[in-house]
């Protein structure tokens, strides 16, 4: 299974809203409705973020949404927070019961 | 509250068999719908998926490194236990181990391990 497809980097000023996409295949992304964002501070573990597409964990800002068309999931964070600053990673269950990562995708707040 | 903590040699020599303890508590891997899974991170990578183990342990592995992991669990001693065999220097990583809640429907980690980093070198 190869790693999904994120941008390397993205980034957004304070206030503004950002989207972080995530491309597989109908064999991951497309064929579940099973991704998962993570959020990771530098030296810190990952943070999960967005669970089955669009739920948040409890505690997790309403800030942060996800969504899915097809082939690509997307995250979206809204009025952004110099604290958001990180990398993000989506997660996608697969047809053969197993888990993929993407590559990540290293956001900026300027 | 769920913790989870990672233990093991931090640096290995090519072809040796790593062996990784996760210890944790708050949660039983008795209970229905619980899992705990490894993932790793190469230095300024991203992070990959290696392995989880299902409270029934039922196992899962990633396709491209199923033929060197194998995972266990001890439920009494609330351990999961990763071996890795035939180590190579691009296997130098920051192992995390994580909990998969019960209430997911596919395959979610919301607690995880600090992560141990370990170096394979000669």
């Known amino acids: 299974q190869s790693a999904l497809t994120q941008p390397a980097s993205v980034s957004g000023s304070l206030g503004q809203s950002i989207t972080i996409s995530c491309t597989g295949t109908s064999s991951d992304v497309g064929g579940y409705d099973y991704v998962s964002w993570y959020q990771q501070h530098p030296g810190k573990a990952p943070k999960l973020m967005i669970y089955?597409?669009?739920n948040r964990p409890s505690g997790v800002s309403n800030r942060f949404s996800g969504s899915k068309s097809g082939n690509t999931a997307s995250l979206t964070i809204s009025g952004l927070q110099a604290e958001d600053e990180a990398d993000y990673y989506c997660s996608s269950y697969t047809r053969s019961s197993t888990l993929v990562f993407g590559g990540g995708t290293k956001l900026t707040v300027l | 509250q769920i913790t989870l903590k990672e233990s093991g040699p931090t640096l290995v020599k090519p072809t040796q068999t790593l062996t990784l303890t996760c210890t944790f508590s708050g949660f039983s891997l008795s209970t229905s719908g619980v899992g705990v899974g490894w993932i790793r991170q190469p230095p300024g990578k991203a992070l990959e998926w290696l392995a989880l183990?299902?409270?029934?342990?039922?196992?899962r592995y990633s396709p491209s490194l199923k033929s060197r992991l194998t995972i266990t669990k001890d439920t009494s001693k609330n351990q999961v236990v990763l071996t890795m065999t035939n180590m190579d220097p691009v296997d130098t990583a920051t192992y995390y181990c994580?909990?998969?809640?019960?209430?997911?429907?596919?395959?979610?980690?919301?607690?995880w391990g600090q992560g141990t980093l370990v170096t394979v070198s000669s």
């Open positions: 089955d597409v669009s």
């Open positions: 183990i299902y409270w029934d342990d039922d196992k």
């Open positions: 994580a909990h998969r809640p019960p209430y997911s429907s596919s395959v979610d980690f919301d607690s």
